[in-house]
């Protein structure tokens, strides 16, 4: 037996044992009464009992123990041309003052904070903020437009919103405080209080009442110690896209989320404290949560907050140099990231222009990556490349390749084998575990490791309904895949309406909302289709209203405004076709699977429940004036 497999076999005979175990690199104000609790299964509660708090588990601990001087935060801005690094010392300074300013307008353990913000600094000390005064901190991705934004407002219901002036997006600079005002004069919510980073690139004009300038309320603020809070209690809400186009607020709790998180830097990231860790994502997402904010520094390490792109900022050699100057062993990204550079510098040549000796490994993540681009990241880094799949419910990876325990080989096109603590199966249309290499839903048996999420903010009937009903005893993850003889899993797409656009998972639910709110749609669809560079992309399919005269195109261009408007550029929905009728069964349901494979050229069978199969020719002639069902 290698030692994954005692591993991972230990980790479901013995959760309790295991994790107890992973649970001593943390430190603890009280210690836990029980390591794992069924009571109201299926939320599970880890650490019950237990007293801690994250910041001082990522900083003051730290600080304290010797690591003072070390860098705790690499912040590398090309867009603006700014490179600075923040010690431990330094950054406790900064987060302890920060508690301060949010005391000052109200904010107590167990708040609600939204920080709306650019790839910058003072984004991590504000989340590190909350978690220090025991609130509760929601972080919005800074490209959701202003409704996007008010809908989480009114869910998470924040005392305060941290937002800043601008962020900056390759050349272009994008004003956040219009956005956020627009979105605080939609929210039913009125949070009692904005505190604006002003960056030099835009001066937000601010509102007096609410508004406050972040650097001179910090400059008064006084430090605030750590306030212990429950091991079960929230850390943050981080919302995700629904099926029915309403955002689910995913709640992380502290004591699990950082048991697991840390154990992850060592035994499958590799990082060693001392060392440093790049996830080339935005604190918006998950990622950016697990290993930006957080998992470096409460594991010692040394974290990278990047403010640009990997090409274009300035070209394809973007991630090579801040990987060479900043001696960076691991790189963490998704492969929408690869695919763009390979398409850039297809021989890699740019590569050779650093030195890259220190660089051990690769990790993609957050979309599923194609063999070509994981074969071009091995034959040009020659280092281990590891696809792993996690969501956002899960926190950190269900599966991969652990390169701290065992490097297994690896199978193009298979996210490897399941990680400690994670269940696995593939379940039938009856419910039951489908044989071995049959494709069914993914699912994990229950509990799911520690650093899962615990519930839907304020909606524990929406989680059950959402996750555990279908399947009881199993969380159902809306992926779809199988799992062949030697254990590894193969995840092919989601079961539901939601796409992932460059690791970005967006509902088609909510993009067709918007379609369907212009004056001149009867009715629409919205799908995701394959494409080269980002893994997916919506195409919006439009029937309008009866006695519309209007110039089908200019409609369209509306649709696209709409949606960039009300859902942001992240949507990434830059295409859409006017069809006379969409194919739906007898029942009145839209057969979007079927209309996917037709836009992506892949073999179909006519559903035996279609109203009227010639509607699929016409939807295939349609798709072909926007380049898609090549061979339809």
């Known amino acids: 037996m290698s030692s994954y497999d005692s591993i991972h076999r230990r980790s479901l005979a013995d959760p309790v044992g295991f994790w107890g175990?992973?649970?001593?690199?943390?430190?603890?104000?009280?210690?836990?009464?029980?390591?794992?609790?069924?009571?109201?299964?299926?939320?599970?509660?880890?650490?019950?009992?237990?007293?801690?708090?994250v910041c001082y588990n990522a900083l003051d601990r730290h600080v304290a123990g010797g690591r003072a001087d070390q860098a705790a935060l690499i912040y590398d801005?090309?867009?603006?041309?700014?490179?600075?690094?923040?010690?431990?010392?330094?950054?406790?300074?900064?987060?302890?003052?920060?508690?301060?300013?949010?005391?000052?307008?109200?904010?107590?353990?167990?708040?609600?904070?939204?920080?709306?913000?650019?790839?910058?600094?003072?984004?991590?000390?504000?989340?590190?903020?909350?978690?220090?005064?025991?609130?509760?901190?929601?972080?919005?991705?800074?490209?959701?437009?202003?409704?996007?934004?008010?809908?989480?407002?009114?869910?998470?219901?924040p005392k305060v919103v941290v937002s800043a002036s601008c962020g900056i997006e390759g050349a272009k600079v994008l004003p956040y405080k219009p956005l956020l005002d627009a979105a605080l004069d939609m929210a039913a919510h009125k949070p009692a209080a904005c505190v604006i980073l002003q960056r030099p690139q835009v001066a937000a004009t601010l509102i007096p009442g609410r508004d406050h300038d972040w650097d001179e309320l910090a400059a008064g603020?006084?430090?605030?110690?750590?306030?212990?809070?429950?091991?079960?209690?929230?850390?943050?809400?981080?919302?995700?896209?629904?099926?029915?186009?309403?955002?689910?607020?995913?709640?992380?709790?502290?004591?699990?989320?950082?048991?697991?998180?840390?154990?992850?830097?060592?035994?499958?990231y590799t990082v060693q404290p001392g060392e440093t860790m790049w996830a080339a994502s935005d604190v918006g997402w998950q990622v950016g949560h697990s290993y930006i904010a957080y998992g470096p520094m409460l594991h010692g390490a040394t974290a990278t907050l990047y403010e640009g792109k990997p090409v274009g900022t300035p070209d394809a050699g973007a991630f090579w140099r801040v990987i060479s100057q900043h001696r960076i062993p691991v790189l963490f990204t998704a492969p929408t990231a690869f695919r763009a550079i390979?398409?850039?510098?297809?021989?890699?040549?740019?590569?050779?222009?650093?030195?890259?000796?220190?660089?051990?490994?690769?990790?993609?993540?957050?979309?599923?990556?194609?063999?070509?681009?994981?074969?071009?990241?091995?034959?040009?880094?020659?280092?281990?490349?590891?696809?792993?799949w996690w969501q956002t419910e899960t926190g950190w990876a269900i599966a991969g390749i652990p390169l701290g325990i065992e490097r297994l080989p690896v199978k193009y096109g298979s996210t490897s084998k399941p990680m400690p603590g994670w269940n696995v199966q593939v379940l039938g249309a009856d419910?039951?575990?489908?044989?071995?290499?049959?494709?069914?839903?993914?699912?994990?048996?229950?509990?799911?490791?520690?650093?899962?999420?615990?519930?839907?903010?304020?909606?524990?009937?929406?989680?059950?309904?959402?996750?555990?009903?279908?399947?009881?005893?199993?969380?159902?993850?809306?992926?779809?895949?199988?799992?062949?003889?030697?254990?590894?899993?193969?995840?092919?797409?989601?079961?539901?309406?939601?796409?992932?656009?460059?690791?970005?998972?967006?509902?088609?639910?909510?993009?067709?909302?918007?379609?369907?709110?212009?004056?001149?749609?009867?009715?629409?669809?919205?799908?995701?289709?394959?494409?080269?560079?980002?893994?997916?992309?919506?195409?919006?399919?439009i029937v309008l209203k009866s006695g519309v005269e209007r110039p089908e195109e200019a409609i369209v261009q509306e649709v696209i405004a709409m949606v960039r408007e009300r859902i942001g550029p992240v949507a990434a929905f830059k295409t859409a076709v006017v069809v006379n009728r969409l194919p739906k069964t007898r029942s009145g349901k839209i057969l979007r699977g079927t209309m996917h494979k037709i836009a992506d050229s892949v073999e179909y069978k006519v559903p035996a429940t279609i109203d009227d199969p010639a509607i699929l020719d016409e939807i295939g002639a349609a798709l072909k004036t926007v380049g898609y069902a090549r061979k339809a």
């Open 21 to 53: 175990e992973a649970a001593a690199e943390i430190d603890w104000f009280k210690p836990w009464d029980k390591v794992v609790d069924d009571s109201r299964a299926p939320f599970y509660r880890w650490f019950v009992g237990g007293e801690l708090n």
């Open 77 to 157: 801005s090309p867009v603006t041309g700014t490179i600075k690094t923040f010690t431990y010392r330094e950054m406790l300074d900064l987060v302890a003052r920060f508690p301060g300013v949010l005391r000052k307008l109200g904010v107590n353990k167990g708040d609600r904070v939204i920080v709306y913000m650019p790839m910058v600094p003072q984004a991590v000390v504000a989340m590190l903020a909350c978690a220090r005064l025991g609130a509760i901190h929601s972080v919005v991705f800074g490209g959701f437009a202003p409704q996007e934004l008010a809908t989480r407002v009114n869910d998470a219901t």
């Open 221 to 268: 603020a006084s430090p605030v110690d750590c306030v212990p809070v429950a091991a079960t209690d929230p850390l943050y809400i981080l919302y995700t896209s629904g099926t029915t186009g309403q955002p689910k607020g995913i709640v992380r709790d502290n004591g699990g989320s950082s048991v697991a998180t840390q154990w992850t830097m060592r035994h499958f």
């Open 342 to 388: 390979k398409r850039e510098d297809p021989d890699g040549t740019l590569i050779e222009k650093y030195d890259l000796s220190h660089f051990r490994a690769l990790f993609l993540a957050g979309e599923r990556c194609d063999p070509d681009t994981l074969k071009w990241a091995e034959d040009h880094l020659k280092v281990p490349v590891i696809d792993h």
């Open 431 to 541: 419910g039951q575990p489908a044989a071995t290499g049959t494709e069914g839903a993914l699912a994990m048996k229950l509990p799911m490791a520690p650093g899962a999420f615990t519930t839907l903010w304020n909606a524990d009937q929406r989680c059950r309904d959402a996750y555990y009903e279908e399947n009881p005893g199993y969380y159902t993850t809306g992926d779809s895949g199988f799992i062949d003889e030697d254990g590894y899993i193969f995840v092919m797409g989601r079961v539901d309406d939601v796409i992932n656009v460059a690791g970005h998972r967006l509902s088609t639910g909510a993009m067709e909302e918007v379609l369907s709110s212009h004056q001149d749609v009867a009715e629409c669809a919205v799908i995701g289709v394959t494409d080269e560079m980002k893994g997916q992309l919506p195409l919006g399919f």
